[in-house]
């Protein structure tokens, strides 16, 4: 068994996380990390579980550390973050210095150009940026990400579309509010209401998705050229990630072949992903958060509202925002560095 740890275990991403690494078949948690304020205190303790599964028995006693190399052992061979940015930027090159290999959801390092940032269905072969990593950088260890969960729910989409020339993409989502962490949004603001802005989000969806389905060169990632523009929306719902979808490619594409496509795209050979990647619906009315992020237990994209544009295709997608599009994204990726021999 691998033995990991998780980073951040007491959030909202964090109990996700142990949700699906407790009865992982390959890795055994052996170190939870948090706030110093956590430190010292049993998982129960620390953590107001929330997640919706009982927490797990063989999680519960072990007593909860700082975040930092020296109280983690040495013997654990892949650390999971989900930490918030500004203490991930600190915190994970320090873990990547002392050798550890870090899977992380945060935010910070995303478009470093010696980070690899990883969809293993979509651009798996990134991973051997990290070679380029620990020549420059001198590390023992490395440090991976996953993209925004607003970004996962349409790059698999949009990797399906890429083979009639992605040239631009215009995006709008209505995202739930798990995706701002528990202490995010308060029920006053988003109770009967909608948020038209989510600080960074638009941003984040316009660089990460051009760096996805960029391609590696052996030395650096060259970004895709399609021209990406977002706008993001809070809205009431608890977890899935809604968003339309205007795709123009060069050549001709019909809401048919976009369909089939989306369909037919493969999912990876990791324990985690989905088998199908994406779900396509025909009924124009789905996907729906509450009736569809569940798919391929919350590892699946799906999409449907396929139509014919001038340049292109419109269509709606959906992702589970804290299972695809948080938590499960680090779990495929700490597969995918297993599978590629970096643990
Ligand atoms: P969260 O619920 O606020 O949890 C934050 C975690 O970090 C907690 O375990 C907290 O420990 C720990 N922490 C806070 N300050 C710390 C410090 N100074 N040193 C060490 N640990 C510290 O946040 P979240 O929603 O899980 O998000 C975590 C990360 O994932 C963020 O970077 C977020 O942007 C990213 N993300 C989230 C989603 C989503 O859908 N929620 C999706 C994609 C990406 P204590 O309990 O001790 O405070």
């Known amino acids: 068994m691998v033995r990991i740890g998780i980073l951040g275990a007491t959030g909202a991403v964090g109990q996700r996380l142990i949700q699906l690494l407790e009865p992982h078949p390959e890795f055994d948690i052996v170190t939870l990390t948090a706030s110093p304020a956590s430190a010292g205190r049993s998982y129960r303790d620390a953590a107001k579980w929330r997640a919706d599964s009982p927490i797990p028995e063989s999680v519960t006693d072990i007593e909860v550390v700082e975040t930092a190399p020296d109280a983690i052992p040495n013997d654990v061979d892949l650390l999971f973050s989900s930490l918030p940015s500004d203490v991930g930027a600190e915190v994970e090159p320090e873990l990547a210095a002392a050798g550890y290999v870090v899977s992380s959801n945060s935010s910070n390092a995303r478009m470093d150009p010696d980070v690899p940032l990883i969809i293993p269905e979509v651009n798996p072969d990134h991973v051997n940026v990290l070679e380029v990593q620990q020549d420059e950088r001198g590390w023992d260890g490395a440090l991976l990400k996953n993209p925004n969960c607003s970004t996962i729910t349409m790059v698999p989409t949009l990797a399906a579309l890429d ?4 040239e631009s993409v215009r995006v709008a989502t209505l995202q739930a509010v798990s995706g701002a962490g528990y202490s995010g949004v308060t029920s006053m603001e988003i109770i009967d209401n909608a948020i038209p802005h989510i600080g960074g989000e638009e941003q984040k969806m316009e660089r990460e998705s051009r760096k996805l389905l960029g391609s590696f060169d052996g030395a650096e990632v060259h970004l895709h050229e399609m021209d990406v523009a ?29 369909a089939e496509a989306m369909a037919d795209y493969p999912s ?16 124009p009315e789905r996907p729906q958060p509450r009736l569809d992020r569940n798919l391929g237990n919350g590892m699946a994209v799906s999409a449907g509202g396929f139509r014919e544009t001038d340049d292109g295709v419109q269509y709606n997608c959906l992702a589970h925002n804290t299972i695809r599009g948080a938590a499960g994204a680090s779990v495929l990726n700490g597969e995918l560095l297993l599978e590629e021999g970096w643990v």
């Not at 083979?163 to 992605?166: C, M, N």
């Not at 899935?240 to 072949?257: C, K, M, Q, Y």
């Open 268 to 283: 990876a050979p990791l324990p985690s992903s989905p088998e199908p990647l994406v779900h396509t619906f025909e009924e």
């Open 163 to 166: 083979e009639w020339g992605l």
């Open 230 to 258: 977002a706008s993001c929306n809070r809205i009431p719902t608890i977890d899935g990630h809604l968003e339309n979808v205007w795709a123009d490619t060069r050549e001709s594409l019909s809401p048919e072949a976009a």
